[in-house]
């Protein structure tokens, strides 16, 4: 069983008589990308704060890298870097001088400081810009500086606020690749974020936050299909066959002219098995299938109160857990 870099139980947390977080379960495998989404307020900033030891929790068993948050803090510090919503960046020095002041923070004998400043610099692609000052930076850069600075001490763990706001789409992607990489460097990865696409493409689990209480969690496929709307799409070029598979799939909504059925699915393997299951047992062939599921903006939206969610206790109990 994969150990846990994060878990959390019953983390709760109020600012005089608004409760911020109330009653969160997390559990963050080792090397291993967990996203939380929500909305505004929705408490993933009060929730970074917390397990990066910033902020004390009024309640909750909370492990970060394997130590107790509250009865070693100290060791949980020497195990993660946090880069905030805001640049930890200093303008008024280059890039290189930013790197040596971290390494300085983090106790390293000059020689080592300097080896492993240039080291982050170069896998950063800031080592042509080092030495002029960060004021002068784009945002992007500004960016990678601020996880470079984060890596000077070799953290296993690291929470991302919301890293990628304000960039370019060039830049953001850029920053997913680094991304990617420390966790192919065995890094485990917290990041919160407010752009969807950047949680589906790189989240292997998603929790999506409401009023406190995680209100879904998941891979990003699971979170989609707690979602009404999606479909397996058939079209046909032959009439006949068009007929015959609307009588194989009664559950189906035909489009005449466009010789297309649309079949309700949830997207899953069995799902699909059944539909063509039933056109072997008709003896029909599809010209054309697409399966369409709803994305994360309607897991998003549904969860949040932009949308209807089904009916039921735990959104998640049947189709994830």
Known sequence: MTDLAIAANGLRKSYGDKTVLDGVDLAVPEGTIFS?????????????????????ADAGDLRVGGHDLAADPQAVRASIG?????????????????????ADLHHLSRTEGRRVAAELLERFDLAQAAK????????????????????????RI??????TTGLDPRSRHTM??????????????????QYLEEADELADRIAVLNGGRIAAEGTSEELKRIVPGGHV??????????????????????????????IPSDGSQRALRTV???????????????????????????????????????PLKETVR
């Open 158 to 163: 690291i929470f991302l606020d919301e890293p």
């Open 82 to 102: 946090v880069t905030g919503q805001f640049s930890a960046v200093d303008g008024l020095i280059t890039g290189e001088e930013n790197m040596w002041l971290m």
């Open 276 to 314: 063509l299951d039933r056109l072997d047992a008709a003896g029909v062939e599809a010209d054309e299938l697409t399966v369409h599921t709803p994305d994360l903006d309607d897991v998003f939206f549904a969860l949040t109160g932009g949308a209807a969610v089904p009916a039921q206790t735990d």
């Open 36 to 56: 939380l989404l929500g909305p505004n307020g929705a408490g993933k900033t009060t929730a970074v704060k917390i397990l990066s030891t910033l902020v004390t």
């Open 233 to 262: 799409r058939l079209r046909f070029t032959d009439p006949a066959a068009y007929r015959d598979a609307a009588t194989a799939l009664p559950a189906s909504t035909g489009d005449d002219a466009a010789l297309a059925l649309q």
């Open 176 to 193: 997913w690749q680094i991304i990617r990489e420390l966790v192919t460097d065995g890094v485990t990865v917290f990041l919160t974020t």
């Open 132 to 155: 002029k000052p960060a004021s002068t930076y784009s945002g992007g850069m500004k960016r990678r500086l601020d996880i470079a600075m984060t890596l000077v001490g070799a953290p």
